[in-house]
């Protein structure tokens, strides 16, 4: 704008001067809308460059992540920045995961550019896995801190993940991969608390049993978190005698599953018994509990008695589930049944206890390797039959109501959400970096991710799902199209309600770089103060 020449200007109003320079900082951008618009048509924008991890910044410090590499760096001596590249691999890791090298390419994507060193990202790597212990007993603390944390009940469990690797190493190992999945796996034993935030992680060889991961990491997390008394919800794959003598004579708790097919027959007639059950009115759900004392060996052998509550119900939802399955099982046994010789160790899953398969001379009964020939155990099939629907939970706190146990028990789902969140949403696997301690950097990083990413969720009240939160805050987007001056994607419904939740508003079309970065210093100062 041309207002005329300063010193008559200032001859009227000596104060014009500062007065024009406010008028420009409020000036509504809007008013050069029609020009700049002009300018992206014409190819003189830039790149787009995300401020959506503005809010994963201030969680990170409000986590107070800065001050234990600070803390860090004045005990050891790093080549690398390690509070930089972390805040890179983490931020990049919810917002566009992808490779360590792709993360490093797109690194100058960010309103304010990271400026990380090729190398020094796996090199950084390497030093994360000498203090991923450390890093997560200080981040529970500040969880505890800020969030409230409450440890007295933990869910926990086991999961895999797999290489684009043909041979195994000393952790790297073919095992049971729950993505049936044929290259070595790793495993990695997750706890996390009631409001579904991660506590801590452990990862174990490929080949390593779901039952014996429990162990070393409750001893790990009590020793190095100073828990009191903590009940432990689990499914059936942790419940083992060992597990559960543990937790006892270390004065804890349980509340896990019990598988029912497989156990003895008193145990599954008592199951069965309808006599004890108590129905919704609907009836579509029935349940009933009984006390029972058994006697279990330790790890040392010692026998351990372990005094327990056992529920028992039936619902018609996993009836009917359990029905839908048995129609595709029937189908295939039926096609087995009915030629035999296409029955083979590849396709016996969830058939090999119904079937037998032998090679029988029709003519003599002798059997011989002639023709293949299908045996069915009917009587075990329909025992199993009988059984869909029901479900059994064992607990250690026997005063504890039976609905009690069950809704303590069905918050399980929030690890295998977790667990889902951290293989799709933020693409943990499959596992790119072959080094066993540059694997730890990595799951560190995927782990550091779902604990950001679980937090603003809880601060959501649960209202958007991870990947819509995710998606929003990678849709933060603005372009630069003139000097200091960008054009700021549309936002949507999320990003609203979290900006809500900061207490901040940036619902504009067009924004000055100095009001970006003060939007930012709102969003840590806000936060801070809540």
Known sequence: KKYGNLDELEAIDPGILDKLRQEAKEMDLNEVTVELSLKQRNGTNGPDLNYGYFFLEALYEQLQVPAFFKNLSSQRKN?????????????????????????????????????????????????????????????????????????????????????????????????????????????????????????CYKLFPGNTADTSTLIPIVNEMKLRYSLGRVILTADKGLNSGKNLAYLVKRGDGYIVSQKIRGTGKAFINQVLEEEGYEYNKSRTFKVKSFLRDQFVKDESGETVELNEKVVCFWSKDYDDREKHKREDLEKKLNTYLNDPSKYNASNRFGLKK??????????????????????????????????????????????????????????????????????????????????????????????????????????????????????????????????????LAEQDEVFHDIEANFGVTLDQDFARLEQLRTYKKEIQKKHNKN
């Not at 983490?90 to 490779?99: E, G, K, T």
């Not at 390419?105 to 060193?117: A, C, G, K, L, M």
Request: aromatic share 10%.
């Open 79 to 199: 080549e690398v920045d390690l509070n930089e590249l972390l805040k890179l691999l983490v931020f990049s890791r919810i917002l566009d995961p992808a490779s360590k090298k792709a993360t490093w390419d797109d690194q100058s994507n960010f309103v304010q550019p990271f400026r990380i060193e090729k190398n020094s990202v796996y090199r950084g790597l390497s030093s994360m896995s000498e203090i991923k212990e450390d890093l997560q007993a200080f981040l529970h603390k500040q969880v505890s801190a800020s969030y409230s944390r409450d440890c007295s009940l933990v869910f926990y469990d086991v999961t895999n993940y797999y290489f684009e690797i043909d041979e195994e190493d000393d952790v790297k190992k073919v095992g049971m991969s729950k993505q049936k999945q044929t290259t070595p796996i790793i495993q990695m034993g997750l706890f996390i608390d009631s409001n579904g935030l991660p506590i």
């Open 354 to 487: 119904y079937l037998t398969l032998t090679h029988v001379n029709e003519e003599t009964g002798v059997i011989e390797k002639i023709k293949p020939h299908l045996e069915f155990d009917q009587k075990k099939y329909a025992q199993d039959q009988e059984l869909d629907g029901y479900y059994v939970i064992i607990s250690s706190e026997v005063e504890l109501s039976n609905d009690a146990i069950i809704e303590k028990y069905r918050g399980l789902w929030k690890i295998e959400e977790s667990f889902k969140v951290l293989k799709s949403d933020l693409e943990g696997r499959p596992v790119f970096v072959k080094r066993n301690d540059r694997v730890e950097g990595h799951f560190l990083i995927c782990y550091m991710a779902l604990l950001l990413s679980r937090i603003l969720e809880l601060r959501l009240e649960h209202k958007h799902s991870v990947r819509r939160i995710q998606k929003s805050l990678k849709g933060a987007t603005c372009r630069s199209i003139h000097k200091g001056i960008y054009s």
